[in-house]
Structure formats: structure tokens, C-alpha cells
């Protein structure tokens, strides 16, 4: 069976400081990976998506970039932290049409 | 673009009680229509999906949706709701791009079950 990991969990960052959040998905080969931002009482806002290794697509300008530097690895980065940046972060992968498996997420409060 | 409107914004239904969430979308061609549950802290939990044919469709934890084209609706229902559904609800439809395929959420309905 396919399961999605990501971590870590929490992380609590300073303003202007880098970050690096990871995901890997097991069990499966070629998938769709996707970002997702979760604000507080907020939906959930797509950030980028990839179809495949080194294919990036960002959905929002925004302070953040990601890439994917393996089938099943993808990474989430910034060069300097905003407040604004604080969230729920989730990935997500998928291989079949639309239905889309979602990680445990990481909590960031950018302080 | 398409878009997903829950127009609730919090629900409080009895344990026992049956329930709906209402979710309408706007979509130019056949939608591809999901339900996903949040408990907090955790990732979004897939509970049933509508992607052609029968317009009523069964997913996990009892928990049932009917697509209705005239009404661009997809409303989740539950006829007898438990204290462990108390959780966020999300509504999202999915569209083709190219070789990717993507989902736009709703906002979400916070469902509180009382004892």
C-alpha cells in the first residue's frame, strides 16, 4: 500500500530565517505531488504541483519555491521566512484522475 | 475558473441527529466532485467521490453524497451522526491541466457534534 510522509510535524521559525519541509510518498511510482497551505480557518490554497522529477508548477506567487529532486521526494523551501508564511502544510500525491491522498502535514508558525 | 462554495461556516447538529453539509460548485463542463474530512491537527481524509454515473454515491463512515447537475450541488449527508464525525468537512472539485490534475477546496464546514 501507498503512505505519504512528511515532516517535520511542527517546526516554529524566525522571521527572515530559511526553511526546508519534506515529503515522500512509498509505494508507488510516478506520482503527481502537490503543495498545499491550510491558514488558520482558512481552505486549503495550492502553492505548486509536479508531474514528474525537476517539473515544477506554481499556482500562487508567494516567497516560497519547491522541487523535486527524486520520483518520490518533494520539498518545500524558502530563502527568508515572513509572518504571513505561518501555516498548515500539506502534501498530497496522486495517480489516478483528481483523487488526491494527503500527508499528516506540518504545522509552521514563522515567529 | 471553477469554484466551491460551503456556505456554512460552522454546524452543531445532536449525536444521532442526521446531517448535511451543503456544497455548490461552478464548473463548465461534468465535475469531478470530492469530500474530504479534517480532524485537527491532522491531513484531509478522503470520504467519497463523484466521478460519472450513478448520481448518488456512498463513502466510508456512513457517510453518502447526491450530485445534482440543476443545482450544481453535491451535498454530503450522514442519517445518524457520531461524536467522532465532529471534524472539518471540505468540498473540492478537480479539473484536467494538462497532464496534471488539480483540486479547488471550499472553505470547509466545522461540524460540532453534542452529546
Known amino acids: 500500500s501507498q503512505t505519504i510522509h512528511q515532516w517535520p510535524a511542527t517546526l516554529v521559525q524566525p522571521v527572515g530565517s530559511p526553511l526546508s519541509l519534506e515529503c515522500t510518498v512509498e509505494?508507488?511510482?510516478?506520482?503527481?505531488l502537490y503543495w498545499y497551505r491550510q491558514a488558520a480557518g482558512r481552505g486549503l490554497q495550492l502553492l505548486f504541483y509536479?508531474?514528474?522529477?525537476?517539473?515544477i508548477s506554481s499556482e500562487v506567487p508567494q516567497n516560497l519555491s519547491a522541487s523535486r529532486p527524486q520520483d518520490r521526494q518533494f520539498i518545500l523551501s524558502s530563502k527568508k521566512l515572513l509572518l504571513s508564511d505561518s501555516g498548515f502544510y500539506l502534501c498530497?500525491?496522486?495517480?489516478?484522475?483528481?483523487?488526491?491522498?494527503f500527508g499528516p502535514g506540518t504545522r509552521l508558525t514563522v515567529l | 475558473a471553477q469554484s466551491v462554495t460551503q456556505p456554512d461556516i460552522h454546524i452543531t447538529v445532536s449525536e444521532g441527529a442526521s446531517l448535511e453539509l451543503r456544497c455548490n460548485y461552478s464548473?463548465?463542463?461534468?465535475?469531478?466532485l470530492f469530500w474530504y474530512v479534517q480532524s485537527p491537527g491532522q491531513g484531509l481524509q478522503l470520504l467519497l467521490k463523484?466521478?460519472?454515473?450513478?448520481?448518488l454515491v456512498q463513502g466510508i463512515k456512513g457517510f453518502e453524497a447526491e450530485f445534482k447537475r440543476s443545482q450544481s450541488s453535491f451535498n454530503l449527508r450522514k442519517p445518524s451522526v457520531h461524536w467522532s464525525d465532529a471534524a472539518e468537512y471540505f468540498c473540492?472539485?478537480?479539473?484536467?491541466?494538462?497532464?496534471?490534475?488539480?483540486?479547488?477546496f471550499g472553505t470547509g464546514t466545522r461540524l460540532q457534534v453534542t452529546l
Open positions: 498530497a500525491w496522486t495517480r489516478t484522475v483528481h483523487e488526491q491522498f
Open positions: 509505494g508507488t511510482s510516478n506520482p503527481n
Open positions: 509536479s508531474v514528474g522529477i525537476g517539473q
Open positions: 464548473y463548465g463542463a461534468t465535475p469531478y
Open positions: 463523484y466521478f460519472s454515473g450513478d448520481t
Open positions: 473540492a472539485v478537480g479539473v484536467q491541466t494538462g497532464t496534471a490534475s488539480k483540486l479547488t
